[in-house]
């Protein structure tokens, strides 16, 4: 209520202060939606860590007073300090809800769809000379220098994934035989299967963030966490320390079962079965032949992990903040998933490059059919027309360190809660994490 000349001003007098705990902006954010309390603005599943400040004793006399609104809890303050405190660049504003991705895909410049097959066989061109190099680096490398070889072949095989990727979205070639032939054969050395990724990643698209439908990620149900003691171990030590390598998980589970595919289907999937499994039966006794079991280790199977470690991380970084909510089918928005609940995450440059820009994120998810060699000039488009509204961050230490030790058990008014929140006696692995990890943003 405002005050009047009669009502009171507070006088700050003295050097005595008292410390007043300050509980960190937390993980209760999701588009429109926030907490608030007496302690300030806050939620129930980030704590970082707990910090001081001070207040002053006042005295209260009489004066002339300025009415003091709140800061609204939209406010850029509150969403710099969240971005802060979860590792990202920008927060975006909630999206309207009148917003349809056809009004957001309407404003791309038509020029971002185009195909372009100089540029689709030039991305060709770099992933193979790339992953070449990184074949002959692991042939004369040092044992101490393989690391290295190993983090740049992973990469560069990883551009082999983004060109099967473009395959799958029709967006490689105006020829869709062409496509088919490239997208099966950028993903045998991957062991694999380009239809039945195919199939599941559609899905991926038409219900991103969409909770137990979306097929690329979803947080843990609580059910599940606590449905045995065994299965509750392996899902702490999935979601937490081995992260980065769940995508081997989801690959051998999502890809290989004829049952999870429809009828119509079901004879493309086998066809791309048996070339994975045809690379398996020649191409691995290949390698052991020439360079033996440790050569099989040395030149694939380090590269592959690699590989997966590159697939975990942008799904994972892409789609999965303490901010951004997973909604079941009846509250889920297509523009807000797409647009406001995917992440763009800058990258050293020579990754981005290898990785054939998978990391500009955002466009692929308002049109799966712009080319990977498109996505900037779409960013572009998208930060001067709904630039506000995007979450942006460049990948770092906190980032990871958030995802990896927060975003677990799904939570419809939190979005997240944490393991050791709910079983902290056997998350030692996620405290591990906490102490452990670097917060450098």
């Not at 800061?71 to 349809?100: C, M």
């Not at 060699?373 to 960013?379: D, S, V």
């Amino acid at each position: 209520m405002a005050c009047t000349l009669a009502d009171s001003l507070l006088l700050f007098k003295g050097s005595f202060q008292k410390p007043v705990l300050r509980r960190d902006i937390a993980s209760h954010y999701s588009p429109g939606i926030f907490s608030i309390n007496s302690d300030g603005l806050i939620g129930k599943g980030f704590r970082r860590q707990r910090n001081f400040v001070t207040r002053n004793k006042v005295t209260v006399i009489r004066a002339v007073a300025v009415p003091v609104q709140p800061a609204p809890v939209e406010s850029a303050e509150y969403r710099k300090q969240l971005a802060e405190d979860y590792g990202f660049r920008q927060i975006g504003q909630p999206l309207p809800a009148d917003v349809t991705l056809k009004d957001v895909m309407n404003s791309l410049p038509k020029e971002v769809f185009e195909i372009d097959d100089v540029k689709a066989w030039k991305s060709v061109l770099i992933s193979v000379t790339s992953y070449a190099m990184g074949l002959f680096m692991i042939s004369k490398a040092p044992w101490y220098l393989l690391p290295l070889a190993w983090a740049w072949t992973g990469t560069a095989i990883t551009g082999f994934f983004v060109i099967g990727h473009d395959c799958a979205h029709k967006s490689f070639s105006s020829n869709k035989l062409v496509e088919d032939i490239v997208g099966t054969l950028a993903f045998m050395p991957l062991i694999y299967p380009y239809e039945p990724w195919r199939f599941k990643h559609d899905r991926h698209h038409a219900k991103t963030n969409m909770l137990s439908e979306d097929t690329a990620w979803q947080p843990v149900q609580k059910d599940e966490f606590e449905s045995s003691p065994l299965l509750r171990k392996a899902i702490i030590y999935g979601y937490g320390p081995f992260r980065c390598w769940m995508s081997i998980a989801h690959w051998l589970m999502w890809h290989f079962d004829l049952k999870k595919f429809r009828p119509s289907e079901v004879n493309r999937v086998k066809i791309s079965l048996a070339c994975v499994f045809a690379f398996i039966a020649i191409g691995w006794p290949l390698i052991i032949y020439k360079t033996g079991i440790l050569g099989w280790i040395k030149f694939w199977l380090m590269p592959w992990l690699g590989y997966h470690f590159w697939m975990s991380t942008f799904t994972m970084v892409h789609h999965t903040a303490p901010h951004i909510p997973f909604k079941n089918s009846e509250e889920w928005n297509a523009a807000q998933a797409q647009l406001n609940g995917t992440v763009h995450c800058d990258y050293p440059k020579w990754i981005e490059i290898l990785c054939h820009d998978i990391n500009v994120h955002i466009p692929h998810h308002i049109s799966p059919r712009i080319p990977s060699y498109n996505l900037r000039a779409a960013h572009k488009s998208l930060e001067e027309n709904w630039g506000k509204y995007l979450n942006e961050a460049s990948w770092n230490w906190r980032l990871m360190k958030t995802i990896m030790t927060v975003c677990h058990v799904y939570d419809k008014e939190q979005n997240y809660v944490a393991f050791d929140e709910l079983a902290p006696e056997e998350s030692r692995p996620i405290t591990f994490l906490k102490e452990s990890m670097p917060d450098y943003a």
